[in-house]
């Protein structure tokens, strides 16, 4: 069957949403897992399921309407106790995300979604056969009654009205919240037409949703409401004074049983002076001056006035002083929050082509900029016209700051938050536990740090290789860590933060660590180092040999690693997106392998030099200094030319006979030392030309890493420059010096 039946942007909708709703579900399913009470969780769950199934059913997609409704009537027997969070139960569920995933990437590439496998329905379906009894059915019962001797009203609904009542709820409470800001702002505003129109809209649809439910225990006060509604815009003053607080505490009181509502109660609220005395009020009735609520009073204060709450119950002082001053401090920030709480929030969806495509017109405009530059320095040095020169530099420093700006906020188009990635993982770590039958937590801290979409979608399987190495060889057994003195349970780390115009990541384990003991022999086993260089080398240069291409300390293949390509391919990844990544451990107290990596990858800051009759240009954040060497302080150990520079030895490159250039020169007089991690080298060059913004162009697959180049940029000249890849030329220079020692 074909999806031509289905409108193109329609269709589009739901898929975004839908792939949207999975994502989040992997995250939730997991927490809830080990928040099994968490009724909110639970009910969150099965509104993103219920939104699914509703929006395939409409659009006649059978094999997931299917599948969705089978997951949605196992969480709805979750919702109402008569089954319980078992890893069976989560193991179903998790699968049944997975095919509806599935299902979903077949609707993006245009096909229809095919149906789940038999065994998974059958699955489901054994789940929600089963039910609770016994013991917790005694124990609900008696929770029950305590409910209703609290004051609770038990409420009965049908099997459809119970499936919608989560979604009443919260649409309630919205609604709720959305009235209270607008009472209070038509007390700060002469003109509360527009605000009465809206209120208007809010509590007809309050009034809707309680017909709907037979709620006759609200009805009174939502109707209340909305009488106030319609008579805002012609109150008086003085009547508006009388209604206004008791309106708040109306909505007060409503919200309370919105809570309520939720678990299938309802609260014993006695509200009939309040809502009595509110009407009149808005029918511009004089209240007699005994039932006046003071200038000064509080929502706890009107409560206690118009009888709502007794005056005499235990703690009734104490306690509303202290209720008012939370309800003060909480409306207080809600009415700075939204200053224009009438106003409505809008999005638009954008296709990411064409996002690229105006990042690339930027891209260009920074160019032109540069150019500009150039021309009013021209200006400057060839004409004598003051005025000229002051306004052309007036005209781009004008295009400087506009271009700036422009760039920032087409970059911010493009920056989603490291939530979107890090959701993933909790349900990676859940699998990986249970495949190796470990107990292991996932923390995640610094989700809302926000990189380029490029970078982000790079980052992805880096992460995935570290995680599954932190859960396969980081984390220890529960028996094995209990006989450490540690805790049963293991815990990985996931954290992201800004560190100037580059994101910090840090994934650390307190597992066994990386033991140098053992990497060594076995990195001298493979051939990867000597044994002169093994006994030079620091502990945490061994340590960092598990980035080695083809190294693993493995005893064994697994179906999680001991292959020895999964450190290798995440140093490559990452270096590819201009970034590096480390590692620190110690034994027996946990790793932690560190990646730092730039916001962007479009447009960078690097220093522009000359090499011979050639430009090139060095990224900044990889440039660590600039030095004059001296020819009589360079030397040559095993055919490297060195050179000192205060406590340290830095190799040099000369970059014209690197790049095959005619240099009949002398040794170039300038050194740029540049370095990744704690590995540097002295990039020889014979002319600085100066710092600039640059837009980075993709080169053609005849450009390879032994090039040493990474991408190319058009000067404010018009001319073209090589970007260098400073990662390539610091690992050639490695490469050559181990192979050297090696030969010698």
Not at 24 to 42: A, F, G, Y
Not at 551 to 565: I, K, W
Not at 571 to 597: A, M, Q, R, W
């Amino acid at each position: 069957m074909s999806l031509d039946h289905i409108n193109a942007e329609i269709l589009l909708d739901f898929i975004t949403e839908s792939g949207e709703l999975i994502d989040q579900l992997d995250q939730d399913l997991v927490q809830l897992e080990s928040e099994p009470q968490n009724l909110d969780l639970l009910n969150q769950i099965f509104r993103g399921i219920h939104t699914i199934k509703g929006s395939a059913s409409f659009l006649s997609l059978d094999n997931l309407t299917h599948l969705a409704h089978g997951a949605e009537d196992a969480l709805n027997l979750l919702r109402k106790g008569q089954i319980t969070v078992t890893s069976q139960t989560m193991d179903a569920l998790l699968a049944a995300a997975d095919v509806l995933r599935t299902q979903i990437d077949e609707l993006r590439d245009g096909t229809m979604c095919s149906p789940a496998d038999e065994a998974l329905i059958n699955q489901i379906k054994s789940i929600t056969s089963q039910t609770t009894g016994g013991e917790q059915g005694e124990s609900e019962a008696a929770t029950e009654q305590q409910s209703v001797n609290d004051g609770e009203t038990v409420l009965e609904f049908s099997a459809s009205k119970l499936d919608l009542l989560p979604f009443m709820v919260e649409d309630f409470k919205e609604s709720l919240q959305q009235i209270q800001e607008l009472v209070q702002q038509a007390a700060s505003t002469d003109n509360t037409g527009n605000i009465a129109s809206q209120l208007v809209d809010l509590t007809e649809g309050l009034v809707r949703s309680v017909d709907f439910y037979n709620i006759d225990q609200i009805t009174d006060e939502v109707r209340c409401l909305e009488t106030f509604s319609h008579k805002l815009a012609d109150l008086e003053d003085h009547c508006f004074s009388q209604a206004q607080p008791r309106c708040m505490a109306l909505i007060s009181q409503l919200t309370k049983r919105a809570e309520a509502l939720g678990r299938e109660r309802m609260l014993s609220i006695p509200t009939q002076n309040l809502t009595e005395r509110m009407l009149r009020a808005c029918n511009g009735e004089e209240l007699p001056t005994e039932i006046c609520i003071p200038t000064s009073a509080n929502i706890e204060q009107v409560l206690f006035f118009d009888g709502v709450v007794d005056k005499s119950a235990n703690g009734s002082s104490s306690d509303a002083n202290q209720n008012q001053q939370d309800q003060s401090a909480k409306s207080g920030a809600k009415s700075e929050k939204s200053t224009s709480s009438n106003a409505v929030e809008q999005t638009i969806r954008v296709d990411v082509s064409r996002l690229e495509s105006l990042l690339n017109l930027v891209g260009e405009l920074v160019l032109q900029k540069n150019r500009v530059h150039s021309l009013t320095r021209r200006v400057k040095n060839e004409f004598s016209d003051q005025a000229l020169c002051e306004e052309a530099t007036q005209i781009a420093s004008d295009l400087d700051r506009v271009t700036t700006d422009l760039q920032i906020s087409v970059m911010k188009t493009r920056m989603q938050s490291m939530s979107k990635l890090f959701s993933r993982y909790p349900r990676v770590i859940r699998d990986l536990a249970k495949s190796t039958s470990k107990s292991i937590k996932l923390n995640i801290i610094g989700g809302d740090t926000e990189v380029d979409k490029t970078v982000l979608e790079g980052l992805a399987d880096p992460l995935v290789h570290i995680l599954r190495n932190s859960a396969d060889h980081g984390v220890e057994t529960p028996k094995d860590r209990l006989a450490k003195g540690k805790e049963a349970d293991g815990n990985i780390t996931i954290r992201a933060c800004h560190e100037g115009d580059h994101v910090l990541i840090e994934i650390k384990d307190d597992g066994k660590g990386l033991d140098a003991s053992k990497i060594g022999p076995k990195a001298l086993e493979k051939g990867m180092v000597t044994e002169e260089e093994l006994e030079t080398m620091t502990e945490q240069a061994i340590q960092r040999l598990v980035f080695a291409p083809g190294f693993s300390t493995a005893e064994q293949v697994s179906d999680l690693s001991g292959r020895g390509v999964g450190m290798d391919v995440v140093n490559s990844n990452i270096t590819k997106l201009g970034g590096h990544v480390d590692v620190f451990s110690e034994v027996d107290k946990g790793t932690t392998v560190s990646i730092k990596i730039p916001l962007t990858v479009a447009i960078m800051h690097a220093m522009i030099v000359g090499i011979a009759d050639e430009t090139y240009a060095v990224p900044l954040p990889n440039l660590l200094e600039i030095v004059r060497p001296d020819p009589n302080e360079i030397s040559t150990i095993q055919g490297q030319p060195v050179m000192r520079l205060r406590d340290r030895v830095i190799p040099l490159v000369d970059l014209s006979r690197r790049f095959g250039k005619d240099n009949n020169r002398k040794l170039a007089p300038f050194a740029l030392v540049v370095g990744m991690v704690d590995n540097s080298v002295g990039l020889l060059v014979n002319e600085l030309i100066g710092q600039q913004e640059v837009v980075i162009k993709p080169l053609d697959d005849l450009f390879d890493s032994t090039n040493a180049v990474s991408g190319a940029t058009v000067r404010e000249d018009g001319g073209v420059s090589l970007i260098l890849d400073v990662a390539a030329l610091v690992k050639s220079v490695e490469v050559n010096n181990n192979e050297t020692r090696r030969a010698a």
